[in-house]
């Protein structure tokens, strides 16, 4: 049983492929989108659920994984920067702090049609399982020049908080607590043990 990621990712696809984890993708057409006094985990829990859904009736067979990645400071939930200016105040809200990195995770897989006919409509699944993990990370304080240098790379544009911890951001990072997979975008434990927890080999 072939797990589908519903994420087209290439850093989850290559933390999946490094675990020697089976899978395929199909990404989720889901806007990342916050709501006003939602709690970093709900927000991150609610999309990875929100993009399992989404990409679970077309293989209602098979298990699906959503993830979505925010990073915490200050309060302030952080998704992907809309733009190198955005980039640059993510990056400036991060410098000298420790802050927090939460995947959401769902592990979800429809009741067979083959066994329940539905409509395609229907949300009727076997199983729906979401979690998160959380990590704590601690950058410091780069100067302007370096800063510059980075924001003018294309790493920070598609990350949570306008960086990449295994990139050249990685200069930056002196310490982390918790899972590192989960700062690179998918808590790879955490998964296999949903995966465990459901009987789904890997």
């Known amino acids: ?13 290559q933390l999946l492929r490094n675990a020697r984890i089976a899978f395929t993708v199909q990404p989720a057409d889901v806007p990342e989108l916050f709501h006003p006094g939602e709690s970093p985990n709900a927000v991150a829990e609610r999309l990875a659920r929100a993009k399992a859904e989404a990409v679970a009736g077309y293989f209602p067979s098979q298990p699906v994984l959503g993830a979505d990645t925010v990073v915490v400071v200050d309060e302030e939930i952080l998704g992907k920067p809309a733009d ?54 601690t950058m410091s304080t780069p100067g302007d020049q370096e800063l510059e240098a980075y924001l003018s790379t ?49």
Request: with cysteine; aromatic share 6%.
């Open 84 to 137: 190198r200016a955005d980039a640059q105040r993510m990056l400036r809200l991060l410098s000298g702090k420790t802050h927090q990195v939460i995947t959401g995770v769902c592990l979800a897989k429809m009741v067979s049609q083959a066994a329940l006919p539905m409509k395609a409509s229907d949300k009727s699944f076997e199983f729906m399982h979401v979690r998160s993990e959380l990590t704590r990370v």
């Open 154 to 202: 294309s790493e920070p544009m598609d990350k949570a908080g306008g960086y990449a911890i295994q990139g050249m951001a990685s200069r930056w990072i002196p310490r982390i607590e918790g899972d590192y997979s989960n700062v690179v975008g998918l808590p790879v434990s955490l998964v296999c043990r949903m995966l465990r927890d459901h009987g789904i080999a890997y």
């Open 1 to 13: 049983m072939v797990l589908v990621l519903a994420s087209a990712s290439p850093r989850r696809q």
